[in-house]
């Protein structure tokens, strides 16, 4: 949820922000609004998507179970080499 970023009014104001449609659910403009956010800074991005949750593979990270073939290789390299996710609250 939007709201639990790290200064969510700021990045906000600062950016617009994509929203990219999940498999089986589709944003509409009052429900980015009972997000906290503005429609007309958003972009919506109707592409279809693999069905993976980045809560669920953050929480599989910081429980050190691989996730390979859910990411591209080259985010889970990242991912590793700067220790990502491995503290996830």
Not at 9 to 16: I, Q, W
Not at 38 to 43: G, S
Not at 44 to 72: F, K, N, W
Request: some cysteine; hydrophobic content about 40%.
């Amino acid at each position: 949820m939007f709201r639990a970023w790290h200064e969510p009014e700021r990045v906000g104001k600062l950016a617009s922000l994509v929203i990219v449609d999940r498999p089986g659910l589709k944003v509409t403009g009052s429900e980015m609004a009972s997000l906290g956010l503005d429609p007309a800074r958003v972009i919506l991005c109707h592409y279809p998507t693999p069905d993976v949750s980045g809560s669920a593979l953050r929480h599989e990270i910081a429980g050190g179970h691989l996730v390979a073939g859910q990411l591209l290789p080259a985010v889970e390299r990242y991912i590793a080499d700067h220790h990502l996710y491995r503290d996830n609250r």
